[in-house]
């Protein structure tokens, strides 16, 4: 998972610089390995979306965001942190295109809960992406709209694996993606989701 979210992200950052954006993609297309859910299929409208600002020239440090992560949670023990800072140069004008991930995996006996921060630095695809999120209930499962530590999030619930994550979006830039492997209880996920240190990365989100 750790390097699916930095293929993701690179991914994304191709289509932009090419210039083939499409259309706002919905979860399926923004983080891999979550199974949507498709019944009674509602739009979110969130106040809290607005206008992306301008590409930031600097994203925030790895190390910053490493250290929002938790490190214990409910017997959760945390492996060894991971970040990178990536940049790229955008081959037609040469503008620089930059963003860091950091990610930690939540051990106890044979069930995880990887936690993952992803700095878009306002990167116009990756955070115009979350103004198209849908909500959805079904009998797969659902994925709903919900609010973590003041900040937009989806909380989704995967019936055939029976696992849950959180996404949460932080100053329309960071985005931070709690995922319990199969099996692990919500309240768990919910836990390792309250414990990130939301109010430092919005601090470095400047």
């Known amino acids: 998972m750790k390097i699916l979210y930095s293929i993701l992200a690179v991914a994304l950052i191709a289509f932009f610089v090419a210039g083939c954006v ?62 990178n800072m990536l940049t790229f140069t955008n081959p037609t004008d040469q503008s620089v295109i930059k963003y860091s991930t950091a990610s930690v995996n939540l051990v106890n006996n044979d069930k995880n809960i990887e936690v993952t921060a992803i700095d878009t630095c306002y990167i116009q695809y990756l955070s115009m992406a979350w103004a198209g999120i849908y909500e959805s209930e079904g009998t797969d499962g659902y994925f709903k709209k919900t609010t973590i530590s003041s900040y937009p999030a989806w909380h989704q619930y995967v019936k055939s694996s029976e696992s849950y994550s959180y996404n949460v979006f932080v100053k329309n830039r960071v985005i931070v993606t709690i995922q319990g492997s199969d099996g692990v209880a919500d309240s768990d996920v919910s836990a390792a989701t309250n414990a990130v240190g939301y109010a430092s990365i919005a601090a470095a989100a400047t």
Do not use: H, M, R
């Not at 949507?36 to 910053?64: F, H, L």
């Open 22 to 83: 499409p259309s706002t993609p919905s979860i399926k297309d923004i983080l891999p390995g979550n199974t949507p859910v498709n019944n009674d299929v509602t739009p979110v409208n969130n106040d809290a979306q607005q206008a992306t600002p301008k590409q930031c020239t600097e994203s925030i440090n790895y190390q910053v965001l490493i250290d929002a992560l938790p490190k214990e949670v409910n017997g959760f023990v945390g492996d060894t942190p991971q970040g």
